[in-house]
């Protein structure tokens, strides 16, 4: 199947509008974009910058790089802005962050320092570890988006910017169920008229984004977008969503490891997952109710990939285990440990242990560089609404009410990669190969 997607040019500046700006996340982000801008550093880990793509026939050897396939925004052209609770400007937020070395950080340093964070939009009933004193004097849901929507509005004529992408690299808020308020448009700008306190300060950015024609980029695993009336907002708009929660260190390796346990039929008792972490997010997450937010997202991964009810004899009754310790001295550099019970044939048990001495910030920052500018193709596409085929970077990725999400890693690099070839008119790559062998 083809079709040639209307894709309109990447022209003019691209404005990264990024709750949470002072975070160990963006700071990495800002200063590694501007650090490959001089010619600093590589993009390691950047599908958009790095990694190919195969079109038509193997022989054919057609393997161009995706940003000279897809006609993506140049990382030249990217302009950033953003909200944090606390005042220090990125380059100050950066060394306190502690991810990157003095040398990248002071090479960078009068970029990051220009960057300075708009007041935050910031309750801390739903992050109840960060007291934040950097936030907008505006009391009521309405005049908090209206200060927001002027942000954007200021932004973007300051910096004559012809498109721009909201990405959300702020804490995890606390635990919450949707309700009535979420259930629709309707219902939910009811709830802005009357402080609905069911409506977080995440959905207040997202609404914000959305009614000024911005997509929404969700990375924690707080509700946000992932709500009827937010899925209803982008289409009546004409904007594309995507989420939800970064997919980084340990639940990476969950969604390498547990498909090929499954495309091998070895079976699991058990996965036991802990984490320790010391930075921001770590602090945030010591709080029970973010934590259950985290928590959900999580757990979610194993039950969707396994399948437990197409294969009981394998995966019935599974014990999965997640636990995030916060751990101060190991700042940035988190450790994720599993321990996992599988058996093999006849019954036998045997043992996998991963003991993933990752970077947080360093894994995510590259995943919000290709979720912009992924995104922003999307706009320039016409692609609204949810954007299922961005869930290679998701833990908990979003999809339509009546399906299940996608956690296969490599199901979910396929679904990507068809999804470039399908847009640019090219035959998606099924793999089948017998063409090669048995031809009339």
């Not at 988006?145 to 990405?167: H, P, Q, T, Y």
């Not at 959900?296 to 399948?307: A, C, G, M, R, Y």
């Not at 285990?321 to 044939?345: H, L, N, Q, T």
Request: with cysteine; charged share 25%; hydrophobic share 40%.
């Amino acid at each position: 199947m083809k079709r040639q997607y209307e894709i309109e040019k990447a022209e003019g500046k691209l404005g990264i509008l990024i709750p949470g700006i002072g975070g160990a996340v963006s700071t990495t982000f800002l200063a590694g974009v501007e650090a490959v801008r001089r010619g600093l550093g590589v993009p390691i880990g950047s599908i958009t910058q790095m990694g190919t793509i195969r079109l038509g026939k193997r022989p054919e050897y057609r393997i161009p790089r995706i940003k000279d396939f897809v006609p993506l925004a140049s990382i030249e052209d990217l302009v950033f802005g953003g909200w944090d609770p606390f005042p220090e400007d990125c380059h100050q937020a950066a060394l306190q962050a502690g991810v990157l070395k003095g040398e990248h950080i002071n090479g960078v340093g009068p970029f990051l320092e220009r960057v300075k964070p708009w007041p935050a939009v910031f309750k801390q009933e739903y992050v109840k570890n960060l007291d934040g004193k950097h936030v907008k004097p505006e009391a009521s849901h309405m005049e908090l988006v209206e200060a927001l929507r002027k942000d954007i509005e200021v932004f973007r004529e300051a910096n004559g910017l012809s498109r721009c992408v909201m990405i959300w690299c702020a804490s995890t808020e606390a635990y919450m169920r949707p309700s009535e308020v979420h259930s629709s448009l309707a219902r939910f700008e009811k709830g802005l008229k009357d402080n609905d306190p069911a409506i977080s300060p995440s959905m207040l950015y997202a609404y914000a984004a959305l009614t000024s024609r911005v997509p929404f980029i969700n990375g924690a695993p707080n509700l946000t977008v992932d709500i009827p009336a937010m899925v209803e907002l982008a289409k009546e708009h004409g904007v594309p969503i995507a989420g939800k929660d970064f997919k980084t260190g340990q639940t990476l390796m969950k969604t390498i490891i547990a498909p090929g346990l499954k495309a091998r039929m070895l079976g699991l008792t058990g996965w036991y997952s802990t984490n320790i972490l010391g930075n921001r997010d770590g602090l945030v997450l010591d709080d029970r109710d973010s934590f259950k937010t985290k928590e959900e997202s999580k757990l979610s991964v194993l039950h969707s990939i396994l399948q437990p009810d197409v294969y009981p004899q394998l995966y019935k009754d599974f014990y999965h285990k997640v636990m995030i310790s916060y751990y101060p001295p190991r700042g940035d550099e988190k450790e994720g440990w599993d321990a996992i019970d599988i058996f093999g044939w006849l019954g036998y048990p045997m043992q996998i242990k991963i003991d993933f001495l990752c970077r947080d910030s360093i894994l995510a920052a590259p995943i919000v560089l290709d979720l912009v500018l992924f995104t922003d193709l999307a706009q320039r596409a016409g692609m609204t609404g949810i954007q299922e085929w961005l869930s290679f970077y998701f833990k908990s990725p979003q999809c339509a009410p009546n399906l299940y999400p996608e956690h296969d890693l490599f199901i979910q690099s396929m679904k990507l990669k068809n999804t470039l070839r399908y847009i640019m008119g090219e035959d998606q790559i099924t793999h089948l190969g017998l063409d090669y062998y048995y031809t009339s």
